[in-house]
């Protein structure tokens, strides 16, 4: 079992920066990946970003080049950087952990966008 909590959502105001943690806890070793998604109202989950193995990282389209995903293995804990922020980046925003046998989520952070 893997546990995760996420922290550092807010209120922004569009182009500036907040930087998401993901704490994780249980059976570290087995975490093969890590990424954060995010969802709005009335919409399915999108993956944002992921970082797996020794630090190969992917993004989606939308936010390459304004977002960095890291991740701190002495902390158990992975980053979400996002920088130039937009009012369509406005979601609730979950990390997630996935092992050989399953796919852990945390319950998510909410990332408010304003004009």
């Known amino acids: 079992q893997v546990q995760l909590v996420e922290s550092g959502g807010g209120l922004v105001q569009a182009g500036g920066s907040l930087r998401l943690s993901c704490a994780a806890s249980?059976?570290?070793?087995?975490?093969?990946?890590m990424g954060w998604s995010r969802q709005v109202p009335g919409k399915q989950r999108e993956p944002v970003a992921a970082?797996?193995?020794?630090?190969?990282?992917t993004y989606v389209d939308s936010v390459k080049g304004r977002f960095a995903i890291s991740r701190d293995n002495a902390k158990n804990t992975a980053y979400l950087q996002m920088n130039s922020l937009k009012p369509e980046d406005t979601a609730v925003y979950y990390c997630?952990?996935?092992?050989?046998?399953?796919?852990?989520w945390g319950q998510g952070t909410q990332v408010t966008v304003s004009l």
């Open positions: 970082i797996i193995g020794d630090g190969l990282t």
């Open positions: 249980g059976s570290i070793a087995r975490i093969n990946a």
């Open positions: 997630n952990a996935v092992t050989h046998l399953n796919t852990y």
